[in-house]
């Protein structure tokens, strides 16, 4: 397994406030995500909530004929498994590793007593909620209203916001069963892409040389998305006050490995 990464890079573990964040702490797995690695399946009860840091996973629908469409990507800005949070056995979509990467997994059980529990999770889950419904409804439109050019604009600039770097791996293959469509027809608009030179394209990787004439390129869908998830999770959760209680706390490690800049500040103010 490689390194393990700070469990706070994911937006909605950053945005729990301190307490929750101790409740949790403890639980939390660090998984290794592997492209094609499935995490769960409709109609099957999923074991855990999956917050990834590094890792890209699709939301996809299937149909009788076996044809798949994108519904939402999920990355550092959420969790895959909002369906247990609602008090559902089961999902209609499923849940696939695009991008690999590292995330981290809480269990069943220690989910729902946490969105039971506290008014503050719950808050922090529900925003997140509506921006990934906005995600949903946002792709509809696309799927039905923008050309597949501008909707692998969109692809590519949702999973750029969700990893490090601007190469991301994956197959034209998986991108054409994303998107619902033929891969020639996924090549075709690539080539397009790549002699503008917005991209370079080879072998499963693609290198994105030009985010801005990508944006440019693109419909508005990815701009609606983003807005929404900024304004609902921001990217620095607001600064919150120092706990007295919380230094005398046996079980609060201030010079834990995931120890985030707050934590410092508190270790600070507990030194004193």
């Known amino acids: 397994m490689t390194h393990a990464e700070e469990p706070r890079s994911n937006r909605l573990l950053a945005a729990l406030t301190g307490a929750d964040w101790q409740r949790w702490r403890p639980h939390l797995e660090c998984a290794d ?120 604009c969109g692809f590519l600039l949702h999973s750029l916001d969700r990893m490090r770097g601007s190469e991301i ?8 069963s994303m998107l619902g469509v033929r891969r020639e027809t996924v090549t075709e608009a690539a080539g397009r892409l790549q002699a503008a030179g917005l991209i ?8 994105v040389l030009d985010r801005v004439g990508l944006e440019r390129r693109s419909c508005e869908c990815h701009a609606v ?19 007295p209680d919380r230094c005398e706390s046996p079980a609060w490690d201030p010079m834990g490995p995931c120890r985030t800049l707050q934590q410092h500040e508190i270790a600070a103010t507990c030194e004193t």
């Open 169 to 176: 791996v994956v197959t034209q293959e998986l991108i054409a």
């Open 33 to 152: 995500l592997q492209p094609g690695q499935v995490l769960h399946e409709p109609g099957r009860p999923p074991r855990h909530a999956y917050f990834p840091t590094s890792a890209v996973v699709s939301l996809s629908c299937t149909v009788k004929s076996g044809a798949s469409t994108e519904i939402a990507v999920v990355g550092k800005e959420g969790v895959v498994g909002v369906s247990l949070f609602l008090g559902a056995e089961t999902t209609t979509s499923r849940g696939l590793v695009l991008i690999a990467g590292q995330g981290f997994r809480i269990g069943v059980q220690t989910i729902k007593d946490e969105f039971d529990r506290s008014d503050s999770v719950r808050r922090v889950v529900l925003r997140y909620i509506q921006a990934l419904a906005t995600q949903i409804a946002q792709t509809a439109v696309c799927n039905r209203h923008h050309s597949i050019e501008q909707q692998l």
């Open 225 to 243: 998305v983003k807005k929404e998830y900024d304004r609902l999770l921001p990217q620095e959760p607001a600064a919150r006050p120092i706990d």
């Open 200 to 207: 370079h394209y080879a072998r499963g990787h693609i290198a």
